[in-house]
């Protein structure tokens, strides 16, 4: 459904990207990760088209991603961003109503476009505060409308950037289950998240980024590996099994020996407490 | 499924333009009729059936071009405003911004103090040396703001300033060599007004009008996505840069065309736009349509102040809107104040 075949990208002379290449098929969750500035969010903006690549193809259920008009994109693929600010009194509902955009753009709006936008709402729990302005929903409800929004466009591509963020523990696992429901129904599901086990949970594939380029490719246990985690995140990891029988990873730190590292002015004063 | 609950949500917006739509005739005949000389607004029907007294005279020669001229003008601000709020994404952007009536004021500085004899070419040279200056003070600020084939929104409202600020310098060294004449009816112009309305002008108006009614009002569903940002309008299908480009061109034509035609009118873009939101909400598909009868409505009320209250003497329409509309907005200000601090 999307693959990327070397793709490189750099800014000012500071490359980004290095030869990225990937499959994803329909029906796939795959997971991005790696450290703060490895290029997770880059990698996603040029996936969504948003930038081009400076070398690499896209290609997007078998056609260059370049050679798709904003509106077909639109009708396939659907993206969520990490910062969202709006500035007028929207209430939730007609937020979520927006990713119906694309299909309103040559005819007008149907009672089932009102029946989708209910039905993702309610998919991310987010119905009970639909009426409620969107300005005074906590960062948690935003981010579920937010997805409300993206599920409502009815794409069969969805990329996320963090979707669990601002999110408390149960709704980090219903907003992945839910991602994992809609691959097994058919959709590509592409989403950059930071929590390794939650990406070794949900995935089906992940792919570790780490200054640019593609560490590590493959099922959760063959890229969960301590080592190759602390080469990456430069901290060591045990590894051991979640109940499923999936990895489970955890940084092996103790946290005052982190804190007189990297806190070193306020360590005298913590210590004693 | 259950036919949705929320389909509803959309009857409050249909509502306040359903009473818009009724309240903006209403409007029309009370301007129409009301002046030095009166005349019922509810016999105004009759008369124009009849076609034969004195009032059909007054409405037809002078009454209906000055309100129909005071219609447009504050549906064309209005529009625009709402169309600049939702590209900025700021409800406190102003039509003003991308530089178009501060270029507009600078022509029609050029005009009354450096061509010689312009007190006869006035009624129809001066309209068009606004018009033009506002178009290319706008041009001006669109090439600052573009850098291979992009146009920064940020950049565009720093030029915008930028021009502003040229162009009111320029205008001041202008008025150092302007006569007391010039002065005045420069000052007068600045100020905005619609005692100028004749069926010809109109006419002249009406082309770049309607084209900029037509754009700006097909821009309602990319101003919807833009809410959520550029990034994400483009993921919702928008193509950004045709997009930029036509809400500023758009925006300057109608700008443009209300500034040339009744000069400084302030307020009405910046406060119509916001009225509705209060009233209905912020959904540009029917923020647009609601801004315009608004601001047509909003225009008309204030000309009808502006030759009433100190009639036989006649107050520059600019100074009613600003009189009402600055209160307003300082009000919109402590209200937002509040809101961010509760």
Known sequence: MLEARSLSYAVGGKTLLENISFRLEAGQMLSIIGPNGAGKSTLLRLLSGEVQPDAGQIELLGRPLSSYRPLELALERAVLTQRREINFPFDAYEVAFLGRLPHLERRAENPQDHRVTEHALSQTGALQFATRRYQTLSGGEQSRVDLARVLAQEPRLLLLDEPTNHLDPKHQVEVLALCRRLARAGWGVLTVLHDLNLAGLFSDRILLLHQGRVEALGQPAEVLQPARLQAVYGLPFIQTQHPSGRPWVMPLAEADAVVSRSEEPLAAGRVSL | ?342
């Open chain 2, 1 to 342: 499924m259950q036919p949705s609950s929320f389909y509803k949500a959309s009857g409050r917006y249909r509502s306040t333009l359903l009473a818009l739509g009724v309240l903006l005739p209403l409007v029309v005949l009370i301007s129409a009729g009301l002046g030095a000389y009166y005349i019922p607004p509810q016999e105004i029907p009759r008369i124009l059936w009849e076609r034969s007294e004195q009032a059909y005279a007054v409405l037809v020669s002078v009454r209906f071009p000055r309100v129909l001229l005071a219609l447009l003008v504050g549906a064309l601000l209005a529009l625009s405003g709402a169309v600049m709020q939702g590209l900025f994404r700021n409800p406190l952007a102003d039509p003003g911004l991308i530089g178009v009536s501060a270029g507009a004021a600078l022509g029609a500085a050029i005009f009354i103090i450096l061509v010689p004899g312009a007190g006869i070419l006035e009624v129809y040279a001066l309209p068009l040396a606004a018009f033009v200056g506002g178009l290319l003070a706008t041009l001006a600020v669109w090439f600052m703001a573009s850098s291979g084939g992009r146009v920064q929104t940020l950049t565009l409202l720093l030029a915008g300033i930028a021009i502003n600020a040229l162009a009111g310098a320029l205008i001041g060294l202008l008025i150092t060599r302007a006569t007391d004449e010039q002065l005045r009816s420069l000052t007068f112009w600045t100020l905005g007004g619609y005692s100028g309305a004749t069926w010809g002008g109109l006419a002249a108006m009406a082309p770049t009008a309607l084209l900029a009614f037509w754009g700006l009002m097909r821009l309602a569903r990319p101003l919807n996505a833009l809410v959520l940002g550029e990034s994400e309008a483009f993921h919702l299908g928008v193509h950004l840069e045709r997009f930029k480009r036509q809400a500023v061109a758009l925006a300057a034509l109608a700008v443009g065309t209300a500034v040339a035609a009744a000069g400084g009118v302030g307020f009405i873009g910046l406060v119509a736009p916001h009225l509705f939101r209060l009233m209905a909400g912020p959904d540009h598909r029917y923020l647009l349509v609601g801004s315009v009868l608004l601001g047509a409505g909003l225009s008309a009320l204030a000309d009808l102040i502006a030759r009433t209250v100190a009639s036989p003497a006649e107050l520059p329409v600019g100074v009613v809107t600003s009189l009402l509309g600055a209160p307003f907005f300082i009000w919109l200000l402590l209200r937002f104040k509040q809101g961010a601090a509760r």
